[in-house]
């Protein structure tokens, strides 16, 4: 079982959601074996142990402004301008299992016209799960593919991936436990 450095107040805080339900992520309830096979399905490789513990354990929860450490800070850059900055975000919560089902055809599924189109899809790249979301839709990527692993902040975009508008991941860890130990 891997060890997450998680803030006692974010603790608090989410076992006080045992029978809550949230308005978007849903209720909060661990996942089980089945819901990990599902998100699993569409990757080549298994979903990272990190992931699955936490899941396992935990579940899809959310953070709180306020109430939970839940910002991040990652390094914002324009492949067309060159112009890179610091940039400050922050999680909203994880996904349940039917949200990852959405996302997976909202964002590998063609964007317009015909599969046979590669210049329209995906709109993410291979390997990227999309596992959290910020308040403003932005999504929280996990590489489920082992080398090289990492967390990724992506800014929702409508076009196909590689796409002059839809090119850019910034890098927020290494790896899940990190993500968790670093938000403040």
Same mark, same amino acid.
């Given at each position: 079982?891997?060890?997450?450095?998680?803030?006692?107040?974010?603790?608090?805080?989410?076992?006080?959601?045992?029978?809550?339900?949230?308005?978007?992520?849903?209720?909060?309830?661990?996942?089980?074996?089945?819901?990990?096979?599902?998100?699993?399905?569409?990757? =080549?490789?298994? $979903?990272?142990? &990190?992931?699955?513990?936490?899941? $396992?354990?935990?579940?899809?929860?959310?953070? /709180? /402004?306020?109430?939970?450490?839940?910002?991040?800070?990652?390094?914002?850059? =324009?492949?067309?301008?060159?112009?890179?900055?610091?940039?400050?975000?922050?999680?909203?919560?994880?996904?349940?299992?039917?949200?990852?089902?959405?996302?997976? $055809?909202?964002?590998?599924?063609?964007?317009?016209?015909?599969?046979?189109?590669?210049?329209?899809? !995906?709109?993410?790249?291979?390997?990227?799960?999309?596992?959290?979301?910020?308040?403003?839709?932005?999504?929280?990527?996990?590489?489920?593919?082992?080398?090289?692993?990492?967390?990724?902040?992506?800014? =929702?975009? !409508?076009?196909?991936?590689?796409?002059?508008?839809?090119?850019?991941?910034? =890098?927020?860890?290494?790896?899940?436990?990190?993500?968790? &130990?670093?938000?403040?």
């Amino acid at each position: 079982m891997t060890d997450f450095d998680i803030a006692p107040q974010t603790l608090t805080f989410w076992s006080g959601l045992t029978q809550a339900e949230h308005e978007i992520f849903g209720p909060f309830t661990p996942m089980t074996e089945a819901d990990l096979t599902e998100i699993a399905a569409p990757y =080549s490789t298994p $979903l990272p142990q &990190a992931y699955r513990d936490f899941m $396992l354990q935990y579940g899809p929860v959310w953070f /709180e /402004e306020g109430k939970t450490p839940n910002r991040f800070t990652y390094l914002a850059s =324009s492949p067309a301008s060159g112009i890179k900055e610091h940039m400050e975000g922050s999680i909203d919560g994880f996904h349940p299992a039917a949200a990852m089902r959405r996302a997976h $055809l909202t964002y590998f599924a063609p964007t317009r016209g015909t599969p046979q189109n590669p210049d329209e899809l !995906p709109r993410l790249p291979a390997d990227m799960l999309p596992m959290a979301a910020d308040p403003m839709g932005a999504l929280i990527l996990l590489h489920v593919a082992p080398d090289p692993a990492g967390v990724f902040f992506w800014e =929702s975009s !409508p076009h196909p991936w590689g796409h002059a508008q839809n090119n850019s991941l910034a =890098s927020l860890a290494d790896d899940l436990p990190s993500f968790l &130990a670093g938000l403040t």
